[in-house]
């Protein structure tokens, strides 16, 4: 079997996974098709020095992630942090509970209330580090040593992201939660 065949047989079962988390850390389709297009590129330039039966998954989305970190430092375009210092840590919960929905967890309730889309527009709000960090946990199930991996950092620092990211992600769902009439009444 030729390279170009061996590349093609591991990858093609996560274009569509990648291409997903291209969208989210892009937030824009044709520059996600771009960014995939780029780390397939790359991958497929590297691919010798893949370890045959290792994982294929996280080894490409190490390389898309710094394919897209690379193409975000030749922008130098940063996004506004949305503040966590006057959140408390369990904001959602708390802001669930002031409008009265009942239950053991009123956030699962008012999260029971999302579409995937809400969901998806709530995690594209969060600043870069976080988003990356977040998508990858949430959306494709990694763990934080894979994480870790992917992204070229300690795990206490996805461990952190992550908890930061959850904080600011619980705000971003609340005002979401507001734009699509999902609260009842004016609880903004």
Same mark, same amino acid.
């Given at each position: 079997?030729?390279a ?18 291209a ?6 389709r044709?520059?996600a098709?771009d960014l995939?297009?780029?780390a397939?590129?790359l ?12 994982n294929? /998954? ?8 710094n ?7 030749k922008? /130098? ?11 408390p ?11 009265g929905?009942e +239950?053991?967890?009123?956030a ?6 999302f ?8 995690l594209d709000?969060l600043?870069e ?8 946990y949430f959306?494709?199930d990694?763990s934080?040593?894979q ?5 070229g950092?300690p ?9 930061? +990211?959850?904080?600011?992600?619980? /705000? ?5 939660? +507001?734009?699509? +009439?999902?609260l ?5």
């Amino acid at each position: 079997m030729s390279a170009a065949s061996e590349f093609e047989a591991v990858f093609l079962p996560v274009a569509a996974l990648a291409y997903g988390t291209a969208v989210h850390l892009t937030r824009d389709r044709t520059e996600a098709e771009d960014l995939v297009q780029d780390a397939a590129l790359l991958a497929f330039r590297a691919f010798a020095s893949f370890q045959p039966g290792t994982n294929f /998954k996280a080894w490409f989305f190490r390389i898309l992630t710094n394919a897209f970190y690379g193409r975000r430092r030749k922008a /130098k375009h940063e996004r506004n942090n949305l503040a966590i210092e006057d959140l408390p840590p369990l904001y959602l919960y708390g802001r669930v509970a002031e409008i009265g929905l009942e +239950g053991e967890d009123p956030a699962a309730a008012l999260m029971d209330r999302f579409d995937s889309q809400q969901v998806s527009e709530a995690l594209d709000a969060l600043p870069e580090e976080y988003r990356v960090v977040a998508t990858l946990y949430f959306m494709q199930d990694f763990s934080y040593q894979q994480i870790a991996d992917i992204v070229g950092c300690p795990v206490g620092t996805v461990r952190s992201r992550l908890h930061r +990211g959850r904080r600011m992600l619980q /705000k971003s769902l609340w005002r979401v939660a +507001g734009e699509y +009439g999902i609260l009842v009444g004016d609880h903004n």
